[in-house]
């Protein structure tokens, strides 16, 4: 059977990959995240984590983990969108550029002009590319949506209004797409407004290391006005020349395999996520999994509530269908079956319980020894 990666066969078994980093050393076979175990290692790893008499149908949650999560092969894979989030400081304009690019009206509709979700949306520009934008929120209280943001996507903007310069989400959002490694452009918005100061903004940047190219560092700057369109062409070229370099391919071929952006329960349609596919294709039909949840895949929305067949690599949508609202940032993959998805299910559940018991075995022991 193929080989699983140490990080797959984590998220599959909704551990951190650290844990299983860990394991694998102590059972003497050092492997890092990026590194593929065998079958017969997964399955040990497997029932390892599972406290062996807990695992309902191991059989089953091995098949997912060897067959669907296997590594791709180089012939299999085909170029894909790139997936560009959106992150800064609140009100420096994230949602207004977004929208004069897809020339919508979402920052409109919002209630009191403030993003209360990310959402995900696809941008077809001039020259036919595709590019898929997550919008972040800006206010504080959402630093876990832009850690969030920023780990699942291959490109950050991160947007400056050039009359407010570097504010204290600035710099967290920064340090989130530093944390995930992508590269970052720097949009300079609200160029228009009288006391945009751009090299202000570069100077501030400088200051924590992000150092314009004019400057001899190697992020680009780019000063932009949502409101009348300057530099906004530049942005998108910017974005082309970035991504263009990253290479960025996936699978069609495979399974559908995506994460949730966010969630709710909708009360006509029931529980609604919206998903980015990061590999494989999901196909109107599929049952899949996410976090306990399951269901069929009953309909495949898009942002204009356009219904597909399928959703490929990097495609963001809307899934209708689940049994319960997962949980954003949670992974969803496609399974073969009803059967598989419910073993799955039950096995996630039981471990969920299982660490509960745990946690409330440590609280109690701490509370104990509080009270000495
Ligand atoms: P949060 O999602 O709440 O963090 O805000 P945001 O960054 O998405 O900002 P949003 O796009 O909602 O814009 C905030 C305000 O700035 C709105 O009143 C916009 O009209 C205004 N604004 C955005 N871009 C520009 C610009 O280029 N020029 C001017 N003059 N105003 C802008
Ligand atoms: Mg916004």
Do not use: C
Not at 205 to 218: C, D, K, Q, S
Not at 275 to 301: K, P
């Amino acid at each position: 059977t193929d080989p699983i990666l140490v990080a797959e066969l984590a998220s599959r078994m909704a551990f951190k990959s650290a844990q299983v980093v860990q394991k694998l050393f102590e059972m003497g076979m050092p492997t890092t995240v990026n590194e593929s175990v065998d079958a017969d290692t997964a399955v040990l790893i497997v029932e390892e984590f599972g406290h062996k008499a807990k695992i309902i149908n191991a059989a089953a949650v091995e098949d997912v983990l060897v067959e669907d999560v296997s590594e791709d092969s180089p012939e299999d894979l085909e170029p894909r969108p790139p997936v560009v989030v959106v992150m800064g400081h609140v009100d420096h304009g994230k949602t207004s550029i977004l929208d004069a690019l897809r020339k919508a009206n979402v920052a409109d509709g919002e209630a009191g002009g403030i993003t209360q979700h990310i959402g995900a949306y696809m941008v077809k520009l001039e020259g036919g590319e595709r590019v898929v934008f997550v919008d972040t929120p800006g206010h504080e209280a959402f630093t876990g949506l832009r850690a969030r943001g920023a780990s699942m996507t291959d490109v950050a903007v991160l947007v400056v209004a050039a009359d407010d310069g570097v504010m204290p989400q600035t710099v967290e959002a920064l340090n989130h797409a530093r944390a995930a490694g992508v590269p970052i452009i720097v949009a300079m918005n609200k160029m228009d407004k009288e006391g945009a100061d751009p090299e202000k903004v570069m100077r501030q940047l400088a200051e924590h290391e992000v150092i314009p190219e004019e400057w001899g560092g190697n992020t680009m700057f780019v000063p932009v006005s949502a409101h009348t369109g300057l530099g906004l062409d530049d942005l998108l070229e910017m974005l082309a020349l970035q991504t263009e370099i990253l290479e960025l391919k996936a699978n069609p071929q495979r399974r559908g395999k995506g994460i949730v952006v966010e969630s709710r329960l909708d009360r006509g349609r029931g529980p609604v996520a919206t998903v980015l596919v990061q590999n494989g294709t999901f196909n109107q039909g599929d049952t899949v999994v996410v976090g306990s949840a399951t269901g069929r895949l009953r309909a495949i929305v898009d942002e204009n509530s356009v219904q597909h067949r399928t959703a490929g690599p990097s495609i963001p949508f809307e899934l209708l269908g689940l049994d319960s609202v997962p949980e954003a940032g949670q992974e969803i993959f496609a399974v073969e079956n009803e059967k598989q998805a419910r073993d799955i299910v039950r096995y996630r559940k039981d471990m969920e319980r299982e660490q509960g018991a745990e946690a409330k075995k440590r609280a109690s022991l701490d509370e104990l020894f509080a009270n000495m």
